[in-house]
């Protein structure tokens, strides 16, 4: 039976990349000295907000999802960032490999909502690895299952993340409307001869403010 452990190398910005991607290198290391053909790795990425500390702004912003500090003992539990897979080529001992993270804005999912309230630090992620791997059998190729326990902690520096989302959106970020809210906000730039969105939803907010301190 073969004995697999992996660890995070580093992370780092994929600027060339079609989307926002992390890259995050891994070393795996096979301790018995079996020759290992080829894995089919997955990876479910989850993040682990219970493992670092909030200012007040951060706690502000994430009551959305956890509620007021005083409920953080029940509330800060393990999210789903993403699903991530790739293929590692044959080696001996141990071997390096890239996987790629995808990022994005969409903040109506938790995990993107969470990264896009952090100030500054470090980001508590654990890579849960399953898949198969091919070595060197009695009869040929054997084909064994990963361990449920193979796993890898890391603290993704806050700064790479926002490095990855800068190169692609640069001082942007994403909301999702439906489309006859979207039809109505360009109706009212266009009424009030806005050239953007930026400015049309900046003058909505005054005219919000305004009602509201009357």
């Known amino acids: 039976m073969s004995d697999l452990s992996f660890s995070v190398v580093e992370s ?10 992390l890259g ?8 018995t000295g079996k020759r290992v ?6 990876a479910q990425v989850q993040i682990e907000p219970q493992k670092r500390r909030y200012t007040p702004g951060e706690s502000e912003t994430l009551s ?10 029940d509330t800060l539990k393990p999210m789903l960032w993403t699903h991530i897979s790739t293929m590692v080529l044959g080696f001996t001992g141990e071997k390096e490999f890239e996987m790629q ?15 896009a309230a952090l100030k500054d630090g470090e980001i508590p992620i ?8 091919y070595t060197e059998g009695e009869r040929g190729v054997a084909a064994e299952m990963l361990s449920w326990s193979c796993e890898a ?17 640069p001082n942007s970020a994403w909301i999702r409307l439906d489309r006859d809210v979207f039809a109505e ?3 009212f730039r266009m009424s009030q001869g806005l050239p953007n969105f930026d400015q049309a939803i900046t003058r909505l907010c005054d005219i919000a403010a305004e009602k509201s301190s009357r």
């Open 64 to 73: 959305d999802l956890f509620g007021t500090v005083d409920r953080y003992g």
């Open 24 to 31: 995050v290198k891994i070393r795996v290391a096979e301790t």
């Open 153 to 169: 902690k890391h603290r993704l520096p806050l700064a790479v993340y926002r490095a990855t989302m800068d190169a692609h959106f």
């Open 185 to 187: 906000i360009d109706r």
């Open 101 to 115: 993270l995808p990022c994005s804005y969409d903040f109506e999912v938790a995990g993107n909502k969470y990264l």
């Open 126 to 133: 654990v890579f849960l690895f399953s898949g198969t791997m």
């Open 37 to 42: 053909h080829t894995i089919a790795l997955r």
């Open 12 to 21: 780092y910005p994929l600027p060339y990349a079609l989307s926002p991607s």
